[in-house]
């Protein structure tokens, strides 16, 4: 940060574009954050909307569409997430049964769109081959 401001004042930027600046590197840096290690963007998630915005009514939707979906039972307050890199609350889905989020840790990955086996990878195709925009999101990393 120190760097990024002697930057600023050695090339006489306006104090305000210093701050637009800033924003624009932050708001790049918690967009690239929510891809998850599969390439899905959490921040499309209704998990993830649904905590970030603490809207109780989308979590109980997205528990009724996941229980259906899933033939089982998922509560509301399982629909909490901030996201699958992000620290903090996880769904009980990305904590606990994903095996493409351990594996990307345990090689110590940003995500899959790093791996050399992520073209021919099961895991990943679980995910990639419903969602192309998510393979669209590795490779563009």
Request: glycine share 6%; aromatic share 8%; proline share 2%.
């Amino acid at each position: 940060m120190a760097n990024l401001w002697q930057f600023v004042l050695k090339n006489n930027l306006k104090f305000e574009f210093f701050f637009v600046f800033l924003q624009l590197i932050l708001n790049v840096t918690i967009m690239n954050n929510l891809i998850a290690f599969c390439g899905l963007d959490c921040g499309e998630c209704d998990a993830y909307i649904a905590t970030r915005n603490n809207d109780q009514a989308l979590r109980e939707r997205t528990a009724r569409l996941w229980s259906e979906l899933n033939g089982t039972t998922i509560l509301p307050e399982h629909i909490n997430c901030q996201g699958c890199r992000m620290d903090g609350a996880k769904t009980v889905f990305c904590e606990q049964m994903c095996q493409i989020r351990p594996c990307a840790m345990a090689k110590g990955l940003e995500n899959c769109g790093g791996c050399a086996a992520m073209d021919d990878c099961e895991k990943l195709k679980s995910i990639t081959s419903n969602r192309p925009d998510a393979l669209e999101n590795l490779r563009n990393w």
